[in-house]
T-cell receptor, first 111, second 113 residues
Framework: QKEVEQNSGPLSVPEGAIASLNCTYS??????FFWYRQYSGKSPELIMF????GDKEDGRFTAQLNKASQYVSLLIRDSQPSDSATYLC???????????FGTGTSLTVIP | EAQVTQNPRYLITVTGKKLTVTCSQN?????MSWYRQDPGLGLRQIYY???????DKGDVPEGYKVSRKEKRNFPLILESPSPNQTSLYFC????????????FGSGTRLTVV
């Protein structure tokens, strides 16, 4: 079983819509969760992190964490064509110093 | 400018010819890490370092070596590259990834023929 799983997509949404990206993780004791954005040919860029159950909002982005369900999501409101990228979920597990990434979900925002 | 610098950006080499990919960060980060990214497999950790002279294996360390003699530098060494090491490599650094996540370098695209 992979440590972090994401639907690879592609996910397509019209401009102005809400994009919803999902991630599940296997280590129930995981403490911190991160969302990265990666444009084609570029390096991953950190956009959100969340540690506690519930929602965390930053501008158009909202991260949601449900530790009981081992589920973390990213909502992008008022999606823009510039949001078209691959979104990577990352998890810091309960033991060790490793940092696991999902394979990413490709998002396309259609003008 | 705070950054992680990798060199080279692109490298084509032949099987068995030793190579080093350099990585340097100017943010005084304790943690540094190397990842490789392959289609369908995502980012996989090769090695990481918690501080000078402290390194540990990630998920895919076979065929790679690292050293951390200075806080700012964390080179990745391929002693005898093979075609299955053809990949996109990223160096990353952090004050503490569990709290801050990683900041990534621009990547090195390696092709081994």
């Amino acid at each position: 079983q992979k440590e972090v799983e994401q639907n690879s997509g592609p996910l397509s949404v019209p401009e102005g819509a809400i994009a919803s990206l999902n991630c599940t993780y296997s280590d129930r004791g995981s403490q911190s969760f991160f969302w990265y954005r990666q444009y084609s040919g570029k390096s991953p860029e950190l956009i959100m992190f969340i540690y506690s159950n519930g929602d965390k909002e930053d501008g158009r982005f909202t991260a949601q964490l449900n530790k009981a369900s081992q589920y973390v999501s990213l909502l992008i409101r008022d999606s823009q064509p510039s949001d078209s990228a691959t979104y990577l979920c990352a998890v810091n597990p309960s033991t060790g110093n490793q940092f696991y990434f999902g394979t990413g979900t490709s998002l396309t925002v259609i003008p | 400018e705070a950054q992680v610098t990798q060199n080279p950006r692109y490298l084509i080499t032949v099987t068995g010819k030793k190579l080093t990919v350099t990585c340097s960060q100017n943010m005084n980060h304790e943690y540094m890490s190397w990842y490789r990214q392959d289609p369908g497999l995502g980012l996989r950790q090769i090695y990481y370092s918690m501080n000078v002279e402290v390194t540990d294996k990630g998920d895919v360390p076979e065929g790679y070596k690292v050293s951390r003699k200075e806080k700012r530098n964390f080179p990745l060494i391929l002693e005898s590259p093979s075609p299955n090491q053809t990949s996109l490599y990223f160096c990353a650094s952090s004050y503490g990834p569990e709290s801050y996540g990683y900041t990534f370098g621009s990547g090195t695209r390696l092709t081994v023929v």
